[in-house]
């Protein structure tokens, strides 16, 4: 089972882009996914989160800019990010608890990073 990031890429301030993050293997469902930053010389953040419940929690540096979703059918997550900042340049990652089966007990996992870099 592995988790795949994607969609990073070079944006100007102002524009969009959107991440997804894409489990292979034997996956029932994703139950929590969250997206993580981390900037050069900076702690790895917590910028958003979504549960099995379907409620969402956003750093507030992101809070009205960032979406996260979770589409079970694709087994991906996703994060939309617009109205892009330079500081919101860092490498994002993607963490989710998943089960393997309906019953099966679930586990955590990392998927590589994107890296997003915003230009003024």
């Known amino acids: 089972v592995q988790l795949q990031a994607s969609g990073g890429g070079l944006v100007q301030a102002g524009g969009s882009l959107r991440l997804s993050c894409a489990a292979s293997?034997?996956?029932?469902?994703?139950?929590?996914m969250g997206w993580y930053r981390q900037a050069p010389g900076k702690q790895r953040e917590l910028v958003a989160t979504m549960f099995s419940d379907g409620n969402t929690n956003y750093a507030d540096s992101v809070k009205g800019r960032f979406t996260i979703s979770i589409d079970n059918a694709k087994k991906t997550g996703y994060l939309q990010m617009i109205r892009l900042k330079p500081e919101d340049t860092a490498v994002y990652y993607c963490?989710?608890?998943?089960?393997?089966?309906?019953?099966?007990?679930?586990?955590?996992?990392w998927g590589q990073g994107t890296l997003v870099t915003v230009s003024s």
């Open positions: 293997g034997i996956i029932f469902s994703i139950n929590d």
């Open positions: 963490n989710a608890d998943m089960r393997r089966s309906r019953w099966g007990p679930q586990s955590n996992y």
